[in-house]
């Protein structure tokens, strides 16, 4: 202190001392309000705390980018491109409802801490409608995932958000192809009833890949199959989610879409 004195004067050392404090107070408020964010987001919470913490950490780190201090800010944007996988509230790695779906079996284990994926894994509405109001960030992808996993765990009220949208949400992703994801959510998962209500609502039936890999389109796309879809539901399940009828949603699907003897034995 006495050199930063000597330096420049006592009241400038001072002006000098007061900025820093302010800067590291704000970081501190900016770090804090981070941690609150990802648990909020981890635990479920209310849309209009987490819509104050998002603003509070916004103004902060506006006011620090644009001050003329030398802290190093390992602050970043809130947006869709966070990852949980550091949260002590989640625990997705081993027997998680994730790890059998077909939807996922192409992507990591890190992948299930995608922010989407975890507000839709857990039902959280409240947040979800938050984030297709306020977040950046969303890409198409994120938003079939998010239609597929949450039809898939049966989060009628998230589905709606894709599927019957409010007029507030701008979508990357076509209507069909929301729909579809929710159809496959649903297949997979053996909701007959949520099934028929999407495929009454689609307004253009999807070609399956798997009546395109006989003309050598869409390789590899087995994952996007309602057929797969469903018969990899069966393996896993002894009945219909909703029915006590044995394999009256593959008698559905088998009707409305056509499918093949052929292409039946050809997906399992």
């Not at 104050?52 to 001050?67: I, Q, R």
């Not at 802290?71 to 002590?88: A, G, T």
């Not at 509230?89 to 027997?95: A, G, M, N, P, R």
């Not at 979508?171 to 997979?188: K, M, P, T, V, W």
């Amino acid at each position: 202190h006495h050199i930063l004195e000597s330096a420049l004067g006592r009241e400038r050392a001072q002006e000098i001392r007061a900025a820093s404090v302010h800067d590291d107070a704000l970081v501190q408020i900016a770090s804090v309000s981070v941690e609150t964010i990802f648990d909020m987001f981890a635990k479920g919470g209310n849309e209009g705390e987490l819509g104050e913490l998002v603003n509070l950490h916004s103004s902060v780190v506006k006011t620090l980018m644009g001050a003329a201090c030398n802290c190093e800010l390992s602050l970043r944007s809130i947006d869709m491109e966070l990852n949980l996988h550091r949260s002590p509230h989640l625990s997705y790695d081993d027997d998680h409802p994730l790890e059998k779906h077909l939807g996922f079996a192409n992507k990591s284990r890190y992948d299930r801490y995608q922010l989407n994926v975890v507000l839709t894994t857990e039902g959280y509405a409240e947040l979800t409608r938050f984030c297709l109001n306020n977040m950046g960030g969303w890409t198409v992808e994120m938003e079939l995932d998010s239609i597929r996993i949450a039809s898939y765990f049966g989060h009628t009220e998230i589905v709606d958000m894709f599927v019957y949208p409010e007029r507030s949400f701008s979508f990357l992703s076509g209507i069909n192809d929301r729909r579809n994801a929710a159809i496959l959510g649903a297949g997979e998962s053996l909701r007959y009833s949520d099934l028929v209500a999407h495929v009454n609502n689609m307004h253009e039936i999807h070609t399956d890949p798997v009546q395109m890999e006989a003309i050598g389109v869409a390789k590899g796309a087995m994952t996007k199959s309602l057929l797969v879809a469903v018969l990899y539901g069966y393996a896993r399940e002894r009945t219909d989610h909703d029915s006590k009828t044995e394999f009256k949603m593959l008698r559905f699907i088998a009707d409305n879409f056509g499918y093949t003897h052929d292409e039946m034995l050809y997906s399992m």
